[in-house]
């Protein structure tokens, strides 16, 4: 069964027993998810109401950009568990042969890209949906503005979950023009999210 077809509680006691999957990418992804939903639930919170007329179009924009992204993030979930996955059926291939050590070592090798590739991933889509975010600060209902908040903080825990997801399997990709590449655009959109939400966390709570 898929995580996400899971019940709540059922996930939550897979997650917190010694199964090594799902982890902390799986997680991520579900952050990113969740800080989706609740901006596009703001969003859904303001569209139609006539005291906030003015901010009609960012907030039917927000949400339908929201789609995507939320469906992705969700797809996320299994994906980073299914390359996890990946890895550890390639550890435990036969190594008696040279034949059998060569399969052994791309099967390793393409399973890390694989596991790096999915939470870079994870990173870009929590980061889109970080912008999309912004977009409804001071221009939203302003009675769901802590859920605005909340969704700040889920997008801030994706990025920053999936960046550590990333950079525990990059000594481990054999490609080296694609290691730097994720290593470079991963810190990059590391630091710029932190300094975003730092500053629109500060933003919701002084509205509050």
Known sequence: MKLVDMQVKEYLDVLKSDAPAPGGGSVSALAGAQGVGLFMMVADLTLGKEKYADYQEVCREAREKGV???E?????VDKDTEAFNLVAAAFKMPKETEEEKAARRKAIADGTLVSTEVPFRTMQLGY?????ARTLIGKSNPNAASDLGVAILNLTACIKGAWLNVKINLPGVKDEAKAEYYAAEGQKMYDEADAIASKLYEEVAASL
């Open 68 to 70: 995507a992204l939320y």
């Open 128 to 132: 889109e949906g970080l912008q999309l």
């Open 72 to 76: 992705e993030l969700v797809e996320s």
